[in-house]
C-alpha cells in the first residue's frame, strides 16, 4: 500500500515539473504554448463535456479556456498552485459561465445527451453500457453543483483533492468532505 | 479487554481514507477499504468507468491550435517590435513637446509685444 501511495505523488510532481519547464518557455514565447495545449485539450474537453452535457458547448468552454489561458500566461507564478490547478481554475469558471447563461436560455440538456459510442463491439454490451451510463450521468445531474464538480475533476482528470481545492477556493480537507458526501449522495441514488 | 491497553489509533478521518482508496482506484489498482467504505468504493468505481477520458475532434484541435498560433503571434515580443514601437513613441513624444512649446509662445508673443508697445 505504500508503494501505491508514494507512486502517485512522485507521478504528480514529475508532471508539475514538466509543466513548469513548457510554461516557463511559453512565457518567453507564446508560440511554445502549444505543448501545453496538446497535453491538456482533451482533458479539459471531456471535464467541459461532461459538466456541460454538450459537445458544443463543452468545445465552445474548451477554447474560451484555452484563449484565457494564453492571455493570463505571462502573469502565472508557480506559488504552490500548480499549472493544472490554475488551468481548470479557468475551465471552471468558464463552464460555469456557460451553465449560467443556458440556465437564463433553459436549455439544459438531458442525460441522454452523453450519448457516445462504446468500445466494445457486441450489441447487448453496448445497450448495457448505454443504460448504465445514462443511470449514472443521470444521478450525477442531480447533485448539488460543487459536489458535482468535484466528482468531474477528481474522476475526470484526475486532480488531486489539492488541486481541486485550488481550483474551487476550498482547503483540501473540505474537498475530501465533499468528495464524500457526494459519493455517498451517488450511492443512495443509484441504489437498486 | 483492559483499560490500559493501547490500540493504534486511526488517525486519518473517513473523508481521508476515501480519497485515498479513490485515488488506488485512479492509478488502476484495487483498494483496500474497510466495510462501510465499500459501498462508496463501487460507485467511485462505476464512475471512473463512465467518465473515460474523451478526446475532442482533430478538426477542433486543428482549428483552435491554429486560432491560438495567431493570438500568440500577435502577443510575441521581439526586438524588432520593440524598436519600431520606441521609435514611434519617441517620435510621438517629440511632436507632442514641439506642438506645446508652438502653442505656447504663440500665447506669450501678443502678450509681450503689448507690454513693449507700452514702454
Redesign the interface.
Known sequence: MSGRAERAPARRLAQHDADLAAVQDAQADPAAFDVLYRRYLDRVYAYAFYALGDHHDAEDATERTFLAALAALPGFRDEGASFRAWLFRIAHNTVSNARRTRRRRRTEPLPEAFDRPAPDADPAGLVARAEEMRRVLGALAELPEERRQVVLLRFVDGLSAREIGEVLGRSPGATRVLLHRALRDLEARLRP | MSPHEVYPMTTR????R???A???L??G?RP?VEPELR??V???D???D??R?????RR??AD??R???A???R??VTPGRLLAAGAISSAAVGVTVTAYAVWRSSRRTPALSHRLLQR
Open positions: 478521518s473517513t473523508p481521508e476515501l480519497d485515498e479513490v485515488q488506488t485512479l492509478a489498482e483496500t459501498p462508496l463501487r460507485v467511485a462505476l464512475l471512473a463512465v467518465l477520458p474523451l478526446p475532442a475532434s477542433f484541435e483552435l491550435g486560432r491560438l498560433a493570438d500568440g503571434g502577443r510575441r
